[in-house]
């Protein structure tokens, strides 16, 4: 099983600032399958990115993916005030599919 | 517009069952992959199950095998997990998810005496 540890737990940034998200995984990610996912508290997930570095329809392009193998970041360019919620690394090269433990981006 | 909508969830017993359906739209559902995702109240994200487009590839989380089965209708683009010998700590919002297009808003299972 892949195991995929995010990074850092919680980023305190404020609107108009850029957002680094880290997401590790402990083996290479098959065909760099790895996914990045957006919730807001009572909400589902959204799709941000897959395949590491594509961006889902309707996605601003303030977001942005990249990294390959192992270690893979989700940027955001300019926060703006809706973008504070949790994010989630999700691979799914392999069975099982494996979640990051999310990191809170709240504003500071 | 891609839309995934689940149904099925409720209140049941530990033992009993359930079925839930995810009807899809806005996508070719027969030619991708599908997946089911539960997350327990105030928990994070699991995975549950996964088939792929004819239905000759399935996958289970160790924690629901030989319990849960995963299933869908192309001609319908409706996909299907039968839930047995449900246990409390199944209780979670299960969501229907494609990686690629979207995930759906959830339906609550809550499995409880």
């Known amino acids: 099983e892949i195991v995929l540890t995010q990074s850092p737990g919680t980023l305190s940034l404020s609107p108009g600032e850029r957002a680094t998200l880290s997401c590790r995984a402990s083996?290479?990610?098959?065909?760099?399958?790895l996914a990045w996912l957006q919730q807001k508290h009572g909400q589902a997930p959204r799709v941000l990115i897959y395949a590491a570095s594509s961006r889902a329809t309707g996605i601003p392009d303030r977001f942005s993916g990249s990294g390959s193998g192992t270690d893979f970041t989700l940027t955001i360019s300019r926060l703006e005030p809706e973008d504070f919620a949790v994010y989630y690394c999700q691979q799914y090269g392999s069975a099982p599919l494996t979640f990051g433990g999310g990191t809170k981006v709240e504003i500071k | 517009e891609v839309q995934l909508v689940e149904s099925g969830g409720g209140v049941v017993q530990p033992g009993g069952s359930l079925r839930l359906s995810c009807a899809a739209s806005g996508f070719t559902f027969s030619s991708n992959w599908m997946n089911w995702v539960r997350q327990a109240p105030g928990k994070g994200l699991e995975w549950v199950s996964r088939?792929?487009?004819?239905?000759?590839?399935?996958g289970y989380a160790d924690s629901v095998k030989g319990r849960f089965t995963i299933s869908r209708d192309n001609a319908k683009s409706t996909l299907y997990l039968q839930m047995n010998s449900l246990r409390v700590e199944d209780t979670a919002v299960y969501y229907c998810v494609q990686v690629q297009y979207g995930w759906g808003r959830g339906t609550l299972v809550s499995v409880s005496s």
């Open positions: 088939i792929n487009p004819d239905e000759s590839i399935t």
């Open positions: 083996q290479s990610v098959l065909n760099n399958y």
